[in-house]
């Protein structure tokens, strides 16, 4: 019987699991996030999760927590069938997670983001103190010093991430799940990290972490699973796998991506920048002196994790943001500053760009297709006959073209951006940007959310651009894709281009340590 | 897993505003029968007041010319995700506007005093959003919280100059003297006279009703053909994209604000100008909030406030004869009013979500 | 101007400051709790109508001034279903509730008493009693503290005192107990309290209905204490004025004492003197009247100092990752 079965496995397997999931899924939508997903983590390990962006592990974990509710399927928590509607049911269980986005209040101390939801007591004094009691032991044991009393918004973000798991271990929490804490570390603090990790499993933690970085699966975890596309694909003890491996079971083929291309015929140089630096809003410097060429008819590839300065480099070069240093175009200085910088002017001279994120710069997911494909040229001597109208006619018809062109789905210029596919919205986008032959195009993750075959025709675009002479600057985080594409690669790290390579003299290891700040 | 329930949009323009005003009406029912009253003979009364004769017609015209100024105005701010709550203090200011214009220039004839007067009051409405706009705009200073105060700070500035300045001597009236009879503006009597159609000579519409219609069409043009229209619309839905564009957060800030102050102080040609015919404390009277409700309602398209300004009309003009004729005093219609924007403005989604069920199962079937 | 005068004016200032005070802590409590609350006014005039309407009625002020509270809670309960539950705009929400209240305290008034809108003039029981403290009459003649114990502190109706003691509980509430932690954190990043495995929905829900209670003593005091009955519109911008008490204390109870102090101060001159002449130039009472908001949006200006309001404030929590 399965009632047996299922007794006898939950007997064995009771006594050293700390979490089993059995079929757990989750849909958003018509999006099934989660399929079927069964995994088991043994207590007192490091279990890795690793998958591509979108593989649905976040979900998973969010159900975990009780962030999300699960449409099917059961969770067991030592062992225990356990219903986790909500986070706190999660916390009593003893789960404790530190998203990738923190959840810290920025002008609380440190001591009162510990407590807040598990004061001892009505009045916050004792619970103060206890909590600072118990910071300085775990400061002591587990290398996690900050400073009690110090406001969250004054902190680095190692430490921050230090803080949320203060308010786990506060928690009494055995079981510690990390979502891709290292997106947001240096190396140094990424190392601190996992010290930390090694050290609470030393006291018979269970830590779940989820990344999409082979190197740190294969450096702290004790077993992995692999997802893809909303599904459990394997688990591997970590000793008995290769990253090799790890990463067939994460692309699911054995397909390099190859884009049919002729060598390039590199120009004139076009675009130059010199010594770039950018200090934001809260006095980090995200660009430390970045100075790059880039030649007609090439493609440089910017290889880099998230956060690297990637953003702001971009944002600098498309007039969105100021900086120290100099750009020139064709050898002529561009302002850096003042009323004559700014996105109009950039594109003026002939600097297009494709933004990072879509959704929030690149369109506007509310208005229809063709007011899209206007946006940011809406100045255009052709789209403004006088100065009082705009002909929207004309913007229609020009929309026409481009969507035939660029085999946009559907050719709806009434269609609402929002209602477009992922690949779909970009090649809008693409169209807006590509069709005026600019001199340079700067493109920031132009695959990132679409399907194989759109991903496919955006790369064509980008190569038969490049062989009609424009300089292109390409922003990527998926390492694959600046392979297949770019004919120079510079690696950026914590705001420096920490080196350059031609595709055919490296490889992705030699990229991954110059990603990782290693020379 | 948008906030936002999917409704088609002929649905959200029509249906939505639709249910939300019968939510109000039904409430407001149930508190005039609580009152003792009978909520279908106040019905009868209001529609019987307000459209049976052509003096009801010109009340309820008058009343909403005024809205569909103030209602233009909240509109186009709410177009650039701007909450204009000082139509109030804007319009009152326009009146200053008109009777600078009236009083100190001696106008031949009232279509000259008329283009004068409507510049005059919209110049000072939009100077008056400035203010707030530019505060909005360069020094993130919150618009909603800014133009309450400067309603409160408009009201004041009227009450002293016109106890101060232009108060005639020896009178006790805190009110301007009146304009000279010459610029008096045409009424809406005397242009249908020249067609040959009788109507009635007493309620105070006039030529501006013509104007604010017009402004209708002329705001419309503005959003949706032209390259500031476009811009406005960008930045309202979303400001990254907009500074993206390379659309100014901080120009189109204030230019909404100067157009929506504008539009606002030009109400005070209807009231001011076409009414009163001088300047008196509070000749707003409550409009400019009025036009919070109108803007929710016409979903904030020239269009649909045409439609609610005509409504609000109605009400004002319903709600007068039933204060006259039965128990129930005019503020019912303040109460109506408070429910139609809290319906269509917060409670949106309470409406919104059981009708995108609705579409969502006669969809799936 | 003589000791007297100099007396009543801070004696009136008192009294002016306490609707404006227990408003103000309304304000500031739910809005640190991340709801925007412009509907002050509007709990307040309905709270002065219910007041004044059930004292009259009873013949009992403190009857009066439960309903008022109730009343007051009512509206808070349309704002946090609006603006909590439903996740709509709190702005279009506030301005609502001042008109509903606008409205319907009217229509209401005149159905129950006839009289244009009013409620009848309160007597004896229904007006609230003023106090006095003890050995205010043995010390009336001592000097300094006779004027200030006997003329300025003793006199006032027990709401006056409740209001003051509110301003180190609300204080002591959001700094040094759980509930208040709780709450700062709501108005911060509800993501984070959410995370925690605590209710966003039912901390703001508590922010709005305390801002509800002490809006339901603000209206009460206005109607029973203040005045001695109920007239159209008696609120009179004091909820407003309460707001800019709220941002010019930069949310910070102790503050919004002194920006309300200073506010009833102003009205107080206002309404002592038609015309002040300060360093030999004439000020309008206008003036007085225009300057709390005036200060206000000097203050949001951030030309003297920036005021910054709680980070989450008028956004509806909606989870995401």
């Known amino acids: ?78 062992g225990k069938l356990t219903e986790i509607p909500d986070s706190l049911s999660a916390i009593k269980s003893g789960i404790g997670m530190v998203f990738q986005h923190f959840k810290l209040v920025d002008n609380f101390t440190v001591l009162e983001n510990v407590i807040l939801g598990a004061e001892d007591s009505g009045l916050l004094r004792p619970s103060l103190a206890r909590a600072r009691g118990l910071l300085k032991d775990l400061a002591r044991e587990f290398e996690l010093n900050v400073n009690p009393d110090a406001k969250v918004e004054d902190l680095s973000v190692g430490h921050q991430q230090r803080v949320e798991i203060l308010k786990a271990l506060y928690r009494e929490a055995d079981i510690l799940i990390l979502d891709e804490p290292t997106g947001v570390l240096t190396p140094s603090e990424a190392d601190h990290l996992f010290r930390i990790l090694k050290g609470l499993k030393e006291q018979g933690k269970t830590i779940i972490l989820i990344t999409h970085k082979l190197r740190e699966i294969m450096d702290v975890t004790d077993e992995v699973s692999v997802m893809r596309r909303g599904e459990m694909v394997a688990t591997r003890v970590t000793a008995e796998t290769n990253p090799t491996e790890l990463a067939e079971l994460m692309v699911g083929r054995k397909v390099l991506l190859r884009v049919e291309k002729t060598p390039a015929k590199p120009g004139a140089e076009v675009l130059r920048a010199e010594g770039l630096r950018v200090v934001d809003s809260h006095g980090v410097e995200r660009l430390r002196g970045v100075s790059l060429d880039i030649r007609a008819g090439e493609i440089l590839g910017i290889a880099g994790v998230a956060g690297n300065g990637q953003s702001e480099l971009l944002e600098v070069l498309a007039g969105l943001r100021e900086a120290e240093g100099q750009v020139w175009l064709r050898g002529e200085a561009l302002p850096m500053s003042g009323a004559k910088f700014g996105p109009l002017s950039r594109r003026k001279q002939g600097i297009a760009h494709v933004p990072e994120d879509r959704h929030r710069r690149g369109l506007v997911l509310n ?64 169209a807006r940007e590509m069709e005026r032959n600019p001199e340079v195009l700067l493109v920031g993750q132009p695959t990132r959310g679409g399907d194989i075959g759109a991903i496919e025709f955006i790369h064509q675009q980008l190569i038969n651009l490049r062989d009609q002479g424009t300089a292109v600057l390409l922003v990527s985080v998926e390492l694959d894709e600046i392979l297949a594409l770019s004919d120079r690669i510079a690696v950026m790290f914590d705001g420096r281009i920490m080196g350059e390579r031609m595709p055919d003299e490296t490889n992705a290891q030699e990229l991954g340590l110059l990603m990782a700040g290693m020379e | 897993m948008s906030t936002k329930a999917r409704i088609p949009h002929w649905a959200d323009v029509t249906l939505v505003p639709l249910v939300s005003i019968a939510l109000a009406f039904v409430i407001s029912a149930v508190l005039i029968w609580a009152i003792g009253e009978s909520p279908w003979d106040a019905v009868k009364m209001m529609v019987e007041g307000a459209f049976g004769s052509s003096y009801g017609w010109g009340y309820t015209l008058y009343y909403a010319t005024n809205f569909i100024f103030t209602g233009l105005a909240v509109s186009v701010a709410f177009q650039a995700r701007l909450f204009n709550i000082g139509g109030e203090g804007q319009a009152a200011l326009g009146g200053l506007g008109v009777a600078l214009v009236c009083l100190y220039i001696p106008w031949p004839h009232w279509s000259v005093a008329l283009v004068a007067a409507s510049i005059g009051a919209a110049v000072f409405g939009a100077a008056w959003a400035f203010i707030p706009g530019y505060l909005q705009a360069k020094r993130g200073s919150h618009i909603v919280i800014t133009t309450i105060m400067f309603n409160f700070i408009a009201a004041s500035v009227l009450g002293y100059i016109l106890v101060n300045i232009l108060r005639p001597t020896g009178s006790m009236d805190p009110a301007s003297p009146r304009f000279a009879p010459e610029i008096a503006l045409p009424k809406l009597h005397e242009m249908l006279a020249l067609v040959g159609i009788p109507f009635s000579r007493v309620p105070p519409v ?103 300004a005509l409504l609000f009309g109605f009400l004002y003009q319903g709600g007068a004869e039933l204060a006259l004729w039965t128990a129930i005093p005019r503020e019912l219609i303040v109460v109506i009013q408070a429910l139609v924007i809290l319906f269509t403005g917060a409670l949106d989604n309470m409406v919104r979500i059981p009708i995108a069920r609705a579409f969502a199962a006669v969809r799936a079937r | 101007m003589d000791i007297a005068t100099i007396v009543q004016v801070i004696d009136s200032t008192l009294r002016l400051a306490t609707p404006l005070l227990f408003a103000c802590l309304a304000g500031l409590i739910s809005e640190r709790a991340g709801v925007f609350d412009i509907g002050l006014e509007g709990k307040m005039l309905i709270a002065a109508f219910t007041a004044a309407a059930i004292a009259y009625v009873s013949a009992n002020v403190w009857i009066g001034v439960g309903a008022a509270v109730l009343a007051s809670m009512v509206l808070s309960l349309v704002h946090g279903v609006a603006s909590i539950t439903f996740r709509g705009n709190q702005l279009i929400a506030g301005v609502a509730i001042n008109f509903l209240a606008a409205g319907i305290t009217v229509v209401i008034a005149q159905n129950w008493f006839q009289l244009g809108g009013r409620t009848p003039s309160l007597t004896g029981d229904a007006r609230m009693a003023r106090l006095q403290l003890p050995f205010a009459d043995a010390v009336r003649d001592v000097p300094v503290l006779g004027p200030v114990y006997s003329g300025i502190l003793s006199g006032h109706g027990l709401l006056v005192y409740v209001a ?80 800019a008490a709220m941002i010019f204390a930069k949310w910070r109870p102790w503050h919004a004492m002194g920006a309300v102090l200073l506010f009833g101060f102003l009205e107080a001159v206002a309404n002592r003197f038609q015309n002040i002449e300060i360093l030999g130039v004439g000020v309008p009472v206008q003036a007085m009247q225009a300057l709390p908001y005036v200060l206000t949006v000097v203050i949001l200006a951030g030309f003297v100092g920036k005021a910054i309001p709680p980070r989450a404030v008028g956004t509806p929590y909606v989870k995401e990752h």
């Open chain 1, 1 to 78: 019987m399965a009632l047996t079965d299922t007794a006898m496995r939950q007997e064995t397997a009771a006594s050293d699991l700390a979490i089993e999931l059995r079929g757990i899924s989750k849909a958003f939508g018509s999006v099934q996030a989660n399929k079927d997903i069964s995994i088991r983590v043994k207590r007192g390990t490091i279990h890795g999760i690793v998958g591509e962006n979108g593989a649905g592990k976040s979900t998973l974990m969010s159900i975990l927590f009780g962030f999300y509710s699960a449409d099917a399927g059961e969770i067991y928590v030592n």
């Open chain 1, 367 to 430: 208005f229809h297709a063709w007011e899209n494909t206007a946006f940011g040229y809406h100045h255009d001597a052709r789209f403004n006959p006088s100065p009082w109208r705009m002909d929207n006619d004309a913007i229609r018809e020009d929309t026409r073209g481009k969507m035939e062109r660029f085999d946009v789905r559907p050719p709806d210029c009434w269609l609402k951006a929002s209602g477009f596919s992922g690949g779909n919205q970009q090649k809008i986008v693409l």
């Open chain 2, 206 to 308: 006039n030529i501006s009703l013509l104007i604010a219609v017009g402004m209708c069409f002329v705001v419309w043009y503005l959003l949706w053909r032209t390259r500031l229209g476009y811009q406005i619309r960008a930045f309202g839905e979303s400001e990254p994209a907009a500074e993206y564009a390379g659309i100014s957060p901080v120009r189109i800030t204030i230019y909404v604000m100067l157009i929506s102050g504008g539009l606002a102080g030009m109400m005070a040609v209807n009231s001011v100008m076409g009414e009163q015919q001088r300047l008196v404390l509070n000749a707003v009277e409550g409009a400019g909030f009025i036009g919070i409700a109108v803007a929710l309602m016409g979903r904030n398209h020239p269009f649909g406030v045409v439609l609610a």
């Open chain 3, 164 to 243: 003051f003691l509110c301003v180190p509980l609300t204080w002591y509430m959001l700094f040094r107990t759980r509930l208040g932690l709780r709450m700062r954190a709501v108005g911060e990043n509800p993501a984070a309290v959410d995370t925690a495995g605590i209710s966003v929905v039912g901390l703001r829900y508590i922010g709005v209905a305390i801002g509800g209670v002490l809006c339901g003593l603000a209206g009460a005091y206005l109607a029973t204490g203040l005045s001695a009955g109920f007239v159209q519109e008696m609120t009179a911008g004091r909820g407003f004025i309460a707001l």
